[in-house]
């Protein structure tokens, strides 16, 4: 039940970036929103397979949005909030499996 989780980014963005997909296709980069997808989609399989170092391709989406908060200054929302988020979130997640790999080694052991 807790491998979900790692999923959670996914699942909000896709159905976000499919929503607008549906509502307009002409204002939408499609190859950047695939490669954020694929990206997120790595980072959760990778995470339920207990590689902690797998979060580093979801905080590679937050890398992203805060530099791409830099360099639109014309941006109504600032997307840099949400890359902190993400970079924290994956940060927290990777801790998460790298400290129960650690729990589980030492009851092994």
Do not use: R
């Not at 790692?6 to 607008?20: D, K, V």
């Not at 997909?21 to 954020?36: G, H, K, Q, R, W």
């Not at 830099?70 to 801790?95: N, P, R, V, W």
């Amino acid at each position: 039940m807790i491998k979900i989780m790692y999923y959670i980014p996914f699942i909000i963005y896709a159905s976000f970036y499919g929503l607008i997909f549906l509502v307009d296709t002409e204002n939408l980069n499609i190859l950047s929103v695939c490669i954020s997808l694929f990206l997120y989609y790595i980072s959760g399989y990778l995470l339920s397979k207990d590689l902690s170092l797998a979060g580093l391709f979801g905080a590679l989406n937050g890398l992203y949005y805060i530099y791409f908060s830099k360099m639109a200054t014309h941006q109504i929302f600032d997307y840099s909030l949400i890359g902190y988020e993400i970079i924290f979130y994956y940060l927290c997640c990777s801790l998460f499996v790298l400290y129960t790999n650690k729990k589980v080694k030492k009851e092994l052991s």
